[in-house]
């Protein structure tokens, strides 16, 4: 049973940072990528990063290029995502998901139909 445990959320001011971890247990983690994605109130939930197996190739969404970082800690299981110079507009639940299938491209993992296990969601707020 692969579960995902995120942390490090909270509430921070416009232009401060947060970093996020989500554990994982239960499967050969560095044989997986990861995600990152984002739901704010209302909305549908977005591609934030992703980061293949080895850690060594990263993809990010638009919005949040040049702020945020995706990096992962294959002895500790671990993925993060720290968040630079936050904004209003990235206030949301912030969940990690590893996806259905080992050893893909880490251009695959935009879309949430290629994850089967999410955490249970970390909060960040951000304010002005």
């Known amino acids: 049973q692969v579960q995902l445990v995120e942390s490090g959320g909270g509430l921070v001011q416009t232009g401060g940072s947060l970093r996020l971890s989500c554990a994982a247990s239960?499967?050969?983690?560095?044989?997986?990528?990861m995600g990152w994605f984002r739901q704010a109130p209302g909305k549908a939930r977005q591609f934030v990063a992703a980061?293949?197996?080895?850690?060594?190739?990263?993809y990010y969404a638009d919005s949040v290029k040049g702020r945020f970082t995706i990096s992962r800690d294959n002895a500790k299981s671990t993925v993060y995502l720290q968040m630079n110079s936050l904004k209003p507009e990235d206030t949301a639940v912030y969940y990690c998901?590893?996806?259905?299938?080992?050893?893909?491209?880490?251009?695959?993992?935009?879309?949430?139909?290629?994850?089967?296990?999410w955490g249970q969601g970390t909060q960040v707020t951000v304010s002005s």
């Open positions: 239960g499967r050969a983690f560095s044989n997986y990528g």
């Open positions: 998901a590893s996806p259905k299938a080992a050893f893909t491209t880490i251009m695959v993992l935009t879309t949430e139909d290629r994850y089967d296990y």
């Open positions: 980061i293949s197996g080895s850690g060594r190739s990263t």
